[in-house]
């Protein structure tokens, strides 16, 4: 029974920073790779970043030099950065772990003022 849960989301100022965090549960394997995707209202679900077991990244275009992601020396946890927040930033984001199936939490919304 393995479940993801994400916190570190808010309300901060464009400009600002956040720190998102994905804590697991219920793990007897290793995951292939974990991420991270948003979903803006109104809008699709997009990948925003992704790090392998191997340590390589994946970033949207859109967070490129802005958002980094990392993993805990425990390997099944995920953090994501995110610098210079911008107001078209603002959605619910998913943290998301790729294994013998998709895993994914429930959501932390994120929201940047102007």
């Known amino acids: 029974q393995v479940q993801l849960v994400e916190s570190g989301g808010g309300l901060v100022q464009a400009g600002g920073s956040l720190r998102l965090s994905c804590s697991t549960s219920?793990?007897?394997?290793?995951?292939?790779?974990m991420g991270w995707y948003r979903q803006a209202p109104g809008k699709q679900r997009e990948l925003v970043a992704r790090?392998?077991?191997?340590?390589?990244?994946n970033y949207a275009d859109s967070v490129k030099g802005r958002f980094t992601i990392s993993r805990g020396n425990a390997k099944n946890t995920v953090y994501l950065q995110m610098n210079s927040l911008k107001p078209e930033d603002t959605a619910v984001y998913y943290c998301?772990?790729?294994?013998?199936?998709?895993?994914w939490g429930k959501g932390t919304l994120v929201t940047v003022s102007s």
């Open positions: 790090i392998s077991s191997g340590g390589s990244t």
């Open positions: 998301n772990a790729e294994g013998p199936m998709d895993y």
């Open positions: 219920g793990i007897i394997f290793s995951f292939r790779a």
